[in-house]
Nanobody, 118 residues
Framework: QVRLVESGGGLVQPGASLRLSCTASGNTLRQIGMRWYRQVPGKEREWVAS????????DYVDSVKGRFTISRDNTQSTLYLQMNDLKPEDTATYFC???????????WGQGTQVTVSS
């Protein structure tokens, strides 16, 4: 069983920055990577960024490339998402998850709300 706790969201103005954090606890030994997703009410959850378990390979959805940076601290089992130059369209609830072999994900946490508005 894996428990995921996201934090760091908030209400910011366009152009501002936020840093999201995610702590994964429990049975994460076989994980092969971690991901950030986001979801807007009434829409499907959208993949945002991925990082492998070495921290060397990172991938992003096109809409956040150059603005968001995913990173991880394996000693703390913590995942981060540095979000710069935030735009109103980034408004969503952000979730992290752990990727296991076979493309299996853990159960979802509560997420953290990011609202970008002037």
């Amino acid at each position: 069983q894996v428990r995921l706790v996201e934090s760091g969201g908030g209400l910011v103005q366009p152009g501002a920055s936020l840093r999201l954090s995610c702590t994964a606890s429990g049975n994460t030994l076989r994980q092969i990577g971690m991901r950030w997703y986001r979801q807007v009410p009434g829409k499907e959850r959208e993949w945002v960024a991925s990082i492998d378990n070495t921290g060397r390979r990172k991938d992003y959805v096109d809409s956040v490339k150059g603005r968001f940076t995913i990173s991880r601290d394996n000693t703390q089992s913590t995942l981060y998402l540095q979000m710069n130059d935030l735009k109103p369209e980034d408004t969503a609830t952000y979730f992290c998850n752990v990727l296991f072999p076979g493309s299996r994900l853990a159960s979802w946490g509560q997420g953290t709300q990011v609202t970008v508005s002037s």
